[in-house]
């Protein structure tokens, strides 16, 4: 083991403990395959994209990392598990902001094998992001069913305001035409809005973002568009 990892190990109190899942319990829970709040992942020699799964998880509903479990549901386990917990603690600590809350333990599947689980709980400091040393800006990414997407500047807006209160609106002619048109249809982007609605795409934004935040729309998140419907 390399002094850093020694002295990771002996200094922090982040690092992995035994945890009280039994092998019986991990593989009943690999068997439900990945969803809004459980991902795969084989192995941690990709930090890098790791993080926007464990930022995911904090800015939507909390999650659970598998570290040396497939994505054809397989568990083969890390083999250097110490070196990957380090690897995967740094980049956590190092690559997301605000700095995230999580847990990290490990379950043996052979005797020389081991999968790393790392829980992380819904954050009350959204939204986070991912900064990468080769990217100016840092990324703020959300969770859809069983993948990672970037949120949008309007998701953006909502995750850091989902807990204000008294948030208030008016009830003019875009909003009329908005929901009319979500009468017939189920759902729609933000610049269908601003077209149907001749406004300008800043105030279609303005206007999506207070509807959601005044529960009267949900929206959700898409790679290309974020879609808007009646909550």
Same mark, same amino acid.
């Given at each position: 083991m390399n002094q850093a990892l020694v002295s990771y190990f002996e200094k922090?109190?982040?690092?992995?403990?035994?945890?009280?899942?039994?092998?019986?319990?991990l593989k009943s829970l690999v068997r439900q395959g990945e969803n809004l709040q459980l991902e795969f992942k084989l192995?941690?020699?990709?930090?890098?994209?790791?993080?926007? /799964?464990?930022?995911? +998880?904090?800015?939507?509903?909390?999650?659970?990392?598998? !570290?040396? #479990?497939?994505?054809?549901?397989?568990?083969?386990g890390?083999?250097?598990?110490?070196e990957d917990e380090y690897i995967l603690v740094r980049a956590? /600590?190092?690559?997301? +902001?605000?700095?995230?809350?999580?847990?990290?333990?490990? !379950?043996? #599947?052979t005797d020389d094998r081991e999968v790393l689980v790392i829980t992380i709980p819904k954050s009350k400091k959204k939204p986070h992001y991912v900064q990468l040393e080769t990217e100016e800006m840092g990324k703020a990414y959300v969770r859809v069913a069983d993948r990672s997407v970037q949120a949008s500047k309007e998701m953006k807006q909502i995750l850091r305001r989902e807990n204000e209160e008294g948030i208030?609106?008016?009830?003019?002619?875009?909003?009329?035409?908005?929901?009319?048109?979500?009468?017939v249809n189920k759902q729609i982007t933000l610049a269908e809005f601003a077209k149907i609605a001749s406004i300008p795409p800043w105030l279609a934004s303005r206007t999506l973002?207070?509807?959601?935040?005044?529960?009267?729309?949900?929206?959700?998140?898409?790679?290309?568009?974020?879609?808007?419907s009646v909550a």
């Open positions: 922090t109190e982040n690092h992995s403990r035994v945890s009280g899942m039994s092998l019986k319990d192995k941690a020699n990709h930090p890098e994209k790791i993080v926007r /799964e464990v930022v995911a +998880f904090a800015n939507t509903k909390g999650g659970t990392l598998l !570290i040396g #479990v497939g994505d054809d549901k397989s568990i083969p890390l083999k250097f598990v110490d956590i /600590e190092r690559n997301c +902001f605000p700095p995230i809350a999580y847990d990290i333990e490990r !379950i043996s #599947v208030q609106f008016s009830f003019g002619e875009k909003e009329k035409v908005l929901m009319t048109y979500l009468s973002v207070l509807l959601v935040l005044a529960n009267v729309l949900k929206i959700q998140a898409h790679e290309t568009a974020d879609w808007y």
